[in-house]
């Protein structure tokens, strides 16, 4: 079914996407933190702006990466699909 390689790239992509999860999941720490330490004075703080724009970011990373996975195993599966259509039509060829 899956080689090595597709398998290498998989486990790559799931800790890309571990890596941003968490990346994202700290900002959302700093940001509770940030914001009861500020107690209504966040309207121009530049620290809170910066920290939901890299949260934006991050994100949108996972986001882009989940969409362009799904792309991937999609057209594995297809091939799998047309693999084994051809085969079972191979056999049901050579069975007559």
Partial sequence: MADAQELSRERAFLHDVG?????????VE???EE???EEGRLENDSEIERLFNNLAT??????SQVKSRHGFLSELLDLEIQNEKRKNALRDS???
């Fill in 19 to 27: 890596v941003n999860l968490n990346g994202a999941l700290f900002i």
């Fill in 58 to 63: 991050r994100l949108a990373k996972i986001d």
């Fill in 30 to 32: 700093r940001l509770i």
């Fill in 94 to 96: 050579s069975l007559k």
């Fill in 35 to 37: 914001i009861k330490e």
